[in-house]
């Protein structure tokens, strides 16, 4: 049985292509010291202000982070938004060749205002249609080459409904993979939910499974979300199954094995990004041909890990080997 050491050792050796959806994450960092005499609103008296990597670009974070070699494959808008989310790309010593931009579209940017460790509110500015004919074929073209070029140990589907991922782009490219050998993990969104037929794993939060089913689950009843899973996996023909359910930790099934894991005890202060953490771990351990407990218990230490922090921020590859050699991970 392999250490916790050597597992992450093994995750720096990995090369990843995260396709989907690129944002930036804008923060105002302030205090509140009374409410607007114009509505029944706090003023936020703004002291800091900072730009981060977002969405799928998130995901890229996480595995850099991890030591991996990720390279991300977006759509983004012809906007200085795109040309700020290259420059962060650049900065982290990350490839922007899998960015192309469109000018029929715009960059997501989500700004969030934040009052000591509260959250005060969200601003997003977003197109959310899904690529043009035009950009779409251009996109697959631009993605299948880069999976020829690259022949990474793992593609990542990170879907967030912004259009970038259309069916004939995940269509494409998961027939792509199966040719090539490479296995595939998915983020999925509701728009799209059941266009990732054969992918190796699937990873949805609990409201994204009871969405997408139409069915009614609380993330309590293991039973239900085990005939979910089972519901699920007859209409995608998805090789692994990972379902991640807030405070009640994940459930992971792949051919009749299943893994129920408990979340560990966290001071929770953000839960922002943690499913992006998820799946980078995930599928660098579907990469590496790790056991399905083992897959599950790696993803659900990541994702509680990023928990403890506020905003949106990879994981901590040293507090994570800490963490895993403590818990006897492996």
């Known amino acids: ?39 029944p609103v706090p003023v936020v008296h703004v002291t800091d202000r900072s730009t981060r990597l977002g969405g799928a670009a998130n995901v890229v974070l996480n595995l850099h982070a991890l030591g991996a070699r990720p390279i991300v494959a977006s759509m983004t808008g012809e906007d200085d938004a795109a040309t700020t989310l290259a420059q962060l790309l650049r900065e982290q010593d990350l490839s922007t060749e899998g960015l192309m931009r469109s000018a029929e579209r715009t960059t997501t940017v989500k700004t969030r205002v934040i009052s000591g460790h509260q959250h005060v509110v969200r601003v997003d500015e977003e197109m959310d249609g899904d690529l043009s004919v035009r950009d779409q074929e251009a996109f697959l073209h631009h993605c299948i080459g880069l999976l020829r070029k690259l022949r990474p140990g793992v593609v990542i589907f990170e879907d967030y409904d912004k259009g970038t991922l259309t069916p004939g782009v995940i269509a494409g490219l998961v027939a792509e993979a199966r040719q090539l050998g490479i296995p595939t993990a998915v983020d999925p969104k509701k728009r799209h939910f059941f266009a990732y037929r054969e992918v190796d794993l699937f990873k949805p939060n609990l409201k994204e499974l009871r969405e997408g089913l139409k069915v009614d689950l609380t993330s309590g009843d293991l039973s239900g979300v085990k005939a979910a899973v089972r519901l699920l996996e007859a209409q995608l023909a998805n090789r692994i199954s990972l379902v991640t359910l807030s405070e009640h930790g994940l459930y992971a099934h792949s051919a009749g094995e299943e893994a129920a894991l408990p979340a560990h005890l966290r001071r929770i202060a953000d839960v922002s990004g943690a499913g992006d953490t998820v799946i980078a771990v995930a599928a660098l351990c579907l990469a590496q041909g790790l056991p399905l407990r083992a897959l599950a218990a790696w993803a659900n230490l990541a994702g509680g890990l990023v928990c403890e922090q506020v905003g949106v921020v990879p994981v901590d590859p040293r507090q994570l080997l800490a963490e895993a050699e403590r818990l006897a991970i492996a």
């Open 1 to 39: 049985m392999a250490d916790p050491r050597s597992i992450l050792h093994r995750f720096a050796d990995t090369t990843v292509l995260v396709v989907g959806d690129v944002m930036l994450d804008a923060y105002l960092w302030g205090r509140v010291d009374r409410i607007s005499p114009e509505a």
